[in-house]
């Protein structure tokens, strides 16, 4: 054999076994749906093996500062939550608090914390939908809550769910499951502690921003539209189909960039993902809803947070997101150009601290914040995250109709 024939040769033995790599790849994800969802979701990889997520203590919490309890979802979950005090509030009842007894509350309403909350009206409210796989107590999702609150210690509290299908909650995840068990939580909030929609913010990172923007559009768009005040999105997709292009395992890696490359074989990959969460569209529609609501006041206040160095979801899709958004704040439209113009013309350069710009429409306000460092879950953890959480507060908003 010539050495050309050779090189011919291995040339077809690469492509060959690229092409039933590829087809290895695509088959695995279209055919079982349970892998599928192991994909998008990842809710058996559970991160906190042999850690119980009702004791709360093994992640530094003291006594009572998290109530574990469950909600009962319209279709018949039950979902695992967390109801997590700030500290400053905690000081204040630490007597009180430490004298109950701990552990899972089976019925919540029995609990100081909720009745505290309830009856405070200074008491604000952070609703937490974390990210693909793990649960409650996985990663920097601890430490993340303490940040919820870290800039108004006194009043903000957190409650957050596992999903159906993550941790100890039942059932398997879907997209319609998900947003159900988001309503779950909302309506718990709203109707039984009964606090204000204007003393709630939505708090969402990676999937959970998916999740927060579905029940968000979901509760502005009712006949009886309920606005909260706002809502901070920590490394957001544009939706599953830009993210199946552009995912890295484990952050390094991009398992569906082959097929990424092919945009036909892409495209039809995802026709076949049940899963669409197509937050841009969504956070659009929802701006464009509130828009021509016409109240005459303030009714949406968005942060998109994403850092320069996420591996995981790289922050293009917040670039993206953010112009849908911008996008939709006017009947006309803004082109994505004129959204860059935008940018660099008002936007702040903080140098190593990122940069931001900030959007004020009409009815509404979204900022985005490009940070240099924080990866994809680090971040929730930062200053930056206690800063827009606060910020979404304080545009608790004059009602000047
Ligand atoms: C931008 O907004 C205009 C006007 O509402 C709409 O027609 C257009 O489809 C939007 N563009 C994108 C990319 O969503």
Known sequence: MTLRAASVL??????????????????????????????????????????????????????????PFTLETVDGESLHAW??????????????????????????????????????PDSLLVLYFHGAAGTLGSGWRPPSYRAMSAASPEKIHTIAIDYRGFGSSSGSPSEDGLLVDATTLADFALNTIGIAASRIVIFGQSLGTAVGISLTHRLATMPEPTLFNGMVLVAPFADVELLTA??????????????????????????????????????????????????????????????????????????????????????????FADTERYKSQFGQLLGAGGRIVEWKAERGLIREEITKYGLHDRIMSYPVVSMAVARAFQSIVQDVS
């Open 246 to 335: 552009t995912y890295r395992v484990v952050g390094t890696i991009p398992i569906l960039d082959p097929v990424a490359r092919f945009p036909k074989l892409l495209t039809l990959l995802n026709s076949f993902i049940i899963s669409k969460w197509a937050s841009k569209d969504k956070l659009a529609a929802f701006v464009r809803h509130v828009e021509h609501l016409g109240q005459k006041r303030q009714t949406y206040h968005i942060t998109i947070i994403h850092a320069e160095d996420d591996y995981d979801v790289p922050w293009a899709h917040s670039e993206k997101v953010f112009g849908h958004a911008v996008n939709a704040t006017s009947a006309t439209g803004t082109s």
């Open 83 to 120: 109801h997590i005090l700030p500290l400053g509030f905690y000081q204040r009842h630490e007597d009180a608090l430490t004298r109950e007894p701990a552990g899972i509350a089976h019925d919540i309403t029995d609990r100081l914390c909720f009745q505290l909350l309830r009856d405070d």
């Open 10 to 67: 291995w040339s077809l033995i690469i492509i060959v076994g690229a092409v039933i790599g590829l087809y290895a790849t695509f088959v695995a994800i279209v055919a079982i749906p349970a892998l599928q969802n192991q994909v998008v979701y990842l809710n058996k990889v559970t991160l906190t093996w042999f850690q119980d997520v009702s004791v709360p203590e093994q992640w530094g919490f003291l006594r009572n500062q998290v109530t």
